[in-house]
């Protein structure tokens, strides 16, 4: 597993809920780890056990923190390179639904290591849709669906979701679109302000003729 998981898994439990837990989850896993570099690789089971001891110090069910780390993925201030990451993928939320399968192949670009499971879409009509996701984490159904819900509040659109369970290994997630446009949504420019507001600073000021 990435490295950059666990660095985002890290930002979520300590934005909301300190650095306290964090410590005891770390605490607990007893393998001397204090903490992760973004560009190593670590095991898999080891986010599973992190994920499992911060639900267990929480005593929260394991599946709703999965989907309030989906959300803080896209809600969160300091999350904005994942969210143009994912609304670049379409203009209205139906659009972005039929870019999610490219999604693993795009975030690999941006990170070659990455390693997204495969997430498979199919259109079930009048604005119903199957996402299928490949097992990466346990649960990892779970962080879609707060991903999901966190991006229709983020386009606008009125939908409803639910974690279906697994199918030869793969999680199911269940999206019904009610209304596309039931809300006006989060700007969003396709450019990266802060990215022009930073070349213009090193752009010379000439002066004037």
């Keep these: ?86 609304r670049f993928g379409g203009v209205d939320y139906e659009d972005f639904l039929q870019s999610l399968e490219d999604l693993p192949g795009r975030a690999e670009l941006a990170l070659p290591d990455i390693s997204l499971p495969d997430l498979v879409l199919t259109d079930l009509g009048g604005g119903n849709f199957r996402l299928e996701c490949g097992k990466a984490i346990s649960g990892g159904g779970h962080v879609l669906v707060g991903l999901l819900r966190a991006l229709a509040d983020d386009y606008g659109a009125l939908v ?17 679109v009610l209304k596309s446009d039931f809300t006006r949504g989060r700007d969003f420019d396709l450019g990266d302000r802060s990215l022009h507001a930073n070349m213009d600073r090193r752009r010379p000021v000439l002066p004037a003729p």
Excluded at 164 to 176: K, M, S
Aim: glycine content about 8%; aromatic content about 8%.
């Design 160 to 176: 409803l979701l639910d974690h279906l369970g697994q199918r030869d290994e793969r999680e199911l997630v269940g999206i019904q």
């Design 1 to 86: 597993m990435h490295g950059l998981v666990f660095r985002s898994f890290e930002g979520f439990v300590r934005s909301a809920y300190g650095d306290g837990i964090w410590k005891d989850a770390l605490r607990s896993l007893d393998r001397c780890i204090e903490r992760f570099e973004a560009l190593f690789e670590y095991e898999d089971s080891l986010l599973d056990d992190l994920i499992g001891a911060s639900a267990r110090l929480l005593g929260k069910p394991r599946e709703v923190l999965l989907e309030d780390f989906g959300t803080h993925l896209v809600a969160a201030p300091e999350a904005q390179r994942v969210r143009r990451l994912l």
